[in-house]
């Protein structure tokens, strides 16, 4: 017996390497891939990608994809909303389980594993606790490949936006960024690799520093007002276009 499954499907190179694991699992049958994309710039959200490169992911995966759409200034109560409408949606459909790239971020993890037991879904986390610098490792030998398309620019500098993930990328990272960003250091777009029937053509656009404020209601944002949980607000992008 296996449970219909879906992917939180991010377009990077951790969710490409949950989802190959996955895959290989035969108590988990992944009927779809779920992401979630910012309705005013039609990109997906954090990774700034266009639409049109996850619908040719998707394509190349051949595991139907479902977009959840949210503006790009949501508020954490729309977003909780949002989510429980598509969560209980796929529980219709008759899915039990779904499964996440993440590997240790614990707030975020208990998060997810709450707003899902609301409805009546199993989380599944095949990263957790894994080391991050053996899943990179692992991600590259496997013969996946992807480039960065985020960078936090209080960590790292213009040069490591789109570039290509590999040893050398690994060497080159500063002291203190985790290997997989899993910190949010930066995020990727994966085009090739075992999971793909063929890798995903693109086109490297430009280069654009982008800074981001928080919501004026300390109530309802992300960004916190502690020092030592204040999400970092200035992000390196590169643009790719089919």
Known sequence: MSYKTYFNWSTGKDSALAL???L???LFD??????????????????GLRNELLLKQ??????????????GNVSMATYDETMKTAMNELKSEGFTHTVFGDI??????????????????????????????????????LGFKAITVCVNAKLLDES???????????????RGVD?????GEFHTFVFDGPIFKTPVDFKIGEKVLRSYQSTEDEEDQCFQTDDKLKWDTSFW????YV
């Open 179 to 183: 290997p997989c960003g899993e910190n």
């Open 58 to 71: 998707a394509k190349s995966i051949e595991i139907p994809l479902k977009i959840i759409s949210l503006s």
């Open 104 to 141: 240790f971020l614990e707030d975020l993890k208990q998060y997810r594993e709450q707003k899902l037991n609301e409805v009546g879904i199993q989380a599944e986390f095949p990263l957790w606790k894994e080391n991050t610098k053996n899943l990179l490792e692992e991600f590259i030998s």
């Open 30 to 47: 992944i009927a779809a891939l779920v992401t979630t994309v910012n309705s005013d710039m039609e990109r997906v959200s954090m990774h």
């Open 24 to 26: 290989q699992n035969p």
């Open 20 to 22: 190959y694991k996955t």
């Open 160 to 174: 490591f936006v789109g570039r290509i993930i590999d040893k050398q990328f690994l060497e080159d990272l500063p």
């Open 237 to 240: 992008y590169c643009d790719l």
